[in-house]
């Protein structure tokens, strides 16, 4: 009983937990896709946000700048006209112009060489060193001899955002050059992308930066220093930012940290639809982390264990249940009802299991018979002989207590199975047997005396032997001992060496 009950309990959880595991693996894979698949669509929305407000930026700026734009131009145009006057540039008095103005004025030679300024951090710089292809762009805006009006751009030797306008000199040798500090402009305190990208950051917690690169690989941002562009990132960065400036499609690459964290870089391309200068090409920059699907897993970890926990607990509840339930049935199925030993069900799966475990000392089955217990039920009823049968069966239950398991195959025929079995145990337990039946014999119960037991025993004696050969051996051996007389016991074993086999009978 307690066997099954615990191969029950085990079968219930087990089932529980591979019930629960399987369910729970599913749905924490449907969780991640769906989390995955979330995250998709948000990165989407927020990237189509920062491109519609990147447009809406450079539209703003483009058709509200127009003021700024005439007020650059004329200054530009004032330098022109004093070309022709006096084509020495070095010799003109640029903080004159400078004088009133927020600005600042350059003068660049045919080499691109910053030759006159106001800015003098800027004086000596050469952009065929540091800007190859802005330095190209620049010798077109010399050639062309136009007015050129660039949208915000980022100042090489600062790292601070400015506006930058151009003009040629007459003769195309130098090019003039004005420029305005962004935050001294009114309109980009108003219309700037920074503060919405702070404010996309803030929104979303899986959105961990986001930046603007212009072409020549800058970061967009009056809060960064001159050196921080491209160059100082890792080559895979560098090598997403020029596909993606290349193939003007969106590109990119993961990065796995500890604990399954891992940071997703992203660079979408963006053009301006107005033309101005060498910034409106431009690269946008997103990182992103996945910290909310590790915390809705890790819930989902927390809610597994709990689950787990109850479906454990549900199982013992279950098993009280059933055990309940089913107390009858398992009785029946495992021990005889009249007298509460195991019946021949239990006994074939006990002793079999027995016979198959080879590190085990051999086995021993001693079968009994009550004598003349026919005369019992003849005489004196069946209700009497069911009670000499329990009887008996206590007999043998506080012979062999836990060392032996009892079994009542029918009638008032029994058995005793014993593991580890030696000849000197077999003969201990069948003395003590017949000493009890004895016993009752000498008692007040009358019907006890005309009562005796013979025994058989037979003990395994090879490890391939079978329940039915040792059976038959121990059943030749009881009907030995009821041909001798009876109030006995026999071993019953084979003799190989002789070519026989022969019954050892032992009279008590």
């Known amino acids: 009983m307690k066997n099954l009950r615990f191969k029950l309990l085990v079968s219930l959880t087990v089932f529980a937990v591979v019930l629960v595991t399987v369910v729970a693996f599913t749905n924490r894979g449907l969780l991640r896709k769906d989390i995955q698949t979330q995250a998709q669509n948000t990165w989407g929305l927020i990237e189509n946000h920062i491109l519609a407000d990147m447009q809406t930026v450079d539209y703003a700026h483009y058709y509200l700048e127009s003021e700024l734009s005439k007020q650059l131009e004329a200054e530009l145009q004032k330098m022109y006209d004093l070309y022709e006057e006096n084509p020495n540039v070095l010799s003109w008095d640029l903080e ?24 003098t951090k800027d004086l000596g710089l050469n952009f065929n060193d540091c800007c190859k292809k802005f330095a190209n762009l620049l010798d077109e805006r010399r050639m062309s001899g136009e007015f050129f009006n660039d949208g915000i751009d980022i100042s090489t030797q600062t790292g601070q955002l400015w506006k930058y306008s151009y003009l040629a000199t007459p003769d195309k040798k130098y090019l ?20 919405t990208a702070i404010n996309l950051v ?124 089913l107390t009858g049935t398992i009785k029946l199925a495992t021990f005889d009802p009249l007298t509460g030993v195991n019946n021949r069900t239990s006994y074939l799966s006990y002793i079999e299991g027995l016979l198959k475990r080879k590190k085990n000392g051999y086995v021993g089955l001693l079968v009994l018979d009550l004598d003349n217990f026919k005369q019992v039920n003849d005489q004196y009823g069946h209700i009497k002989g069911d009670e000499i049968l329990v009887e008996m069966a206590n007999i043998l239950m506080d012979t062999v207590k836990k060392e032996g398991f009892v079994v009542r195959f029918g009638g008032d025929e029994f058995a005793i199975v014993v593991e580890n079995a030696t000849v000197e145990k077999m003969k201990e337990i069948s003395n003590e047997v017949i000493a009890s039946v004895h016993h009752k014999k000498n008692s007040e119960n009358v019907i006890w005396g005309f009562l005796t037991v013979s025994i058989g025993c037979a003990i395994q004696e090879e490890e391939r032997e079978t329940e039915v050969s040792l059976f038959m051996r121990a059943d030749k051996a009881l009907y030995k ?8 016991y026999s071993f019953f074993k084979c003799e190989e060496q002789l070519g026989k086999v022969s019954a050892v009978t032992i009279q008590q």
């Open 176 to 195: 003039m050059e004005i420029g305005v500090n962004a935050t001294d402009i009114l309109l980009f305190e108003k219309f700037n992308f920074f503060d």
């Open 202 to 325: 803030s929104k979303y917690d899986d959105l961990l930066e986001v930046k603007i690169i212009n072409s020549g690989g800058f970061f967009l941002d009056d809060q960064w220093d001159v050196n921080d562009n491209i160059k100082e990132k890792s080559p895979e960065f560098q090598a997403a930012f020029k596909q993606a400036r290349q193939t003007s499609k969106a590109v990119e690459y993961k990065i796995k940290l500890e604990d399954g964290y891992v940071e997703t870089y992203r660079f979408i391309p963006y053009n301006s639809m107005q033309e101005r200068g060498f910034s409106t090409k431009r690269v946008i920059f997103a990182k992103y982390g996945n910290g909310t699907e590790l915390a809705l897993l890790k819930k989902n970890t927390q809610q597994f264990w709990i689950i787990l926990f109850v479906s454990v607990i549900t199982s013992f509840i279950l098993l009280v249940v059933i055990s309940r339930l």
């Open 481 to 488: 001992s009821k041909n001798s007389g009876k109030d006995r």
């Open 96 to 119: 004159a112009f400078k004088q009133n103005q927020n600005m600042e004025y350059y003068i660049l030679d045919d080499e691109n060489t910053v030759i006159h300024t106001t800015f």
